[in-house]
């Protein structure tokens, strides 16, 4: 246990400037969420672009594409969201039938096409590991662009596997945000339910 946390402390202290405001901006971007607020967008992608470039170089490639995928998702995500011209707000509502079809299949043929091109086209030492995480969190996104309850717990998935892969890869402050992520998505699944339910958090 001692060593463990003489590898945290060590990688924290290694901690770059880029990295802590990253992480600062991704908790924001989470909070905001949570909350319910249309700025949780261009926060996020702010984070997400500074992200892309210190996951490269720790060789975490689906999270790199992962991570454009979320830049994709955050644009679309803050469209929908905005209210459209005589159009009523999008409402946070629960998945249906066919929206869950549609997460699974992303969750699964996602992770087997990022295996295989993890495994056979880059230098990755984790590639099932690096591709379940980036999986699982593409059909998080998606369902958080939608503004579905169940987003929360799709995007905790992917946190609950992403935290000892980031610590693994030496990110610890990334792996710290993951933890605070999985936190704030736990309230944040009971408030959007709650919402979904009575129209109010």
């Known amino acids: 246990m001692q060593s463990w946390a003489d590898l945290f402390i060590e990688q924290l202290k290694a901690t770059t400037l880029l990295e802590w405001f990253a992480v600062i901006l991704g908790v924001a971007e989470v909070l905001l969420a949570r909350a319910n607020k249309v700025w949780l967008y261009p926060t996020g992608i702010a984070a997400t672009l500074i992200s892309i470039y210190l996951l490269w170089i720790a060789a975490l490639y689906a999270e790199c594409l992962l991570n454009g995928y979320y830049v994709v998702m955050s644009v679309y995500g803050w469209y929908h969201w905005v209210k459209k011209r005589n159009e009523p707000e999008v409402k946070v509502t629960f998945t249906t039938r066919k ?28 590639p099932v590991w690096d591709a379940w995480v980036s999986s699982t969190a593409w059909a998080g996104m998606w369902l958080l662009a939608r503004r579905k309850v ?24 990334f792996s710290v945000l993951t933890l605070i992520l999985f936190i704030v998505a736990i309230f944040g699944y009971y408030d959007w339910r709650r919402i979904a339910k009575f129209g109010k958090a």
Not at 113 to 125: D, E, F, N, Q, V
Not at 150 to 173: T, V, Y
């Open 99 to 126: 929206e869950r079809v549609v997460t699974l299949l992303i969750v699964f043929a996602g992770w087997g096409i990022l295996y295989l091109l993890l495994a056979h086209y880059t230098p990755s030492t984790v």
């Open 150 to 173: 169940e987003n929360w717990l799709l995007l905790n998935l992917s946190n609950l596997f992403a935290i000892p892969l980031l610590f693994h890869k030496h990110l610890a402050m």
